[in-house]
Every structure is written in C-alpha cells, then in structure tokens.
C-alpha cells in the first residue's frame, strides 16, 4: 500500500511563506497523480489546492493561483507545495494524496478529495494576522 507522509507546516506571520513537504512510499511519486489539499476548519469539507501529474500537468483552485506553487523531485520521491503570501484564512490543516489512476483527463474534478486514494495524516499550518 501506498504511504504517504506530509511535513513542514507550522506558524508563520501574515504575508509569510512556508514549504509542505510529501514523501511517498512504495511507488515514486512520478508514478502517480499527486496533490495537496487542505480543511480550514473540522466542520468544513476538504478542499483541493493543486495536483500535479507525472507528465508535469498541473492544477490549481483558483483560490491559491499565483501565491501556492506545487513541483515535484522524482529523484527524492518528494512532493512539495511552496505558499506565498499567506492570509490567516490559509490557516488550516494540510494534506497529500496520491492515486494511481488519476490524470489529467479529469480535469477540475481532480481537486475533488472524492477522487483520491491514499492520504497521510495532515500537517498544521497557522497564520496569525
């Protein structure tokens, strides 16, 4: 089975940036659809923030475009997510997910948590104003 573990969130200033970062076990991640979601509160459905795909395919929720950048190291099987300009509103607990059958045919339904197999745990990020 798939793991994957997520890392690098913690508190940051508004205006601020921070790096997440997803390692992958048993397949590299350039074998997979990969992508970053987020759930601001426990009450709130999941949100999909940007996938990537190992042709290099990438999508982004309009709410990130410009200020959260998604790449890949296939060489370290490690995924990253780089946040720019954080707003308190982008405290939230942070997760990756990969799937094996995803690509980019789906389009925007590749931001539905719906569509994804397996998660790790989550890393918290806050913004403090």
């Known amino acids: 089975e798939v793991q994957v573990v997520e890392s690098g969130g913690g508190s940051v200033q508004s205006g601020g940036s921070l790096r997440l970062t997803c390692s992958v076990s048993k397949y590299t991640s350039s074998a997979l659809c990969m992508g970053w979601f987020r759930r601001q509160a426990p009450e709130k459905a999941r949100e999909g923030l940007a996938?990537?795909?190992?042709?290099?395919?990438?999508t982004y929720a309009d709410s990130v475009k410009g200020r959260f950048t998604i790449s890949q190291d296939n060489a370290k099987n490690t995924l990253y997510l780089l946040m720019n300009n954080l707003e308190p509103e982008d405290t939230a607990m942070y997760y990756c997910a990969a799937d094996e059958l995803l690509d980019p045919t789906y389009g925007e339904f590749l931001l539905d948590p719906s569509m994804w197999t397996y998660w790790g745990q989550g890393t918290q990020v806050n913004v403090s104003s």
């Open positions: 996938t990537i795909y190992k042709d290099g395919s990438i």
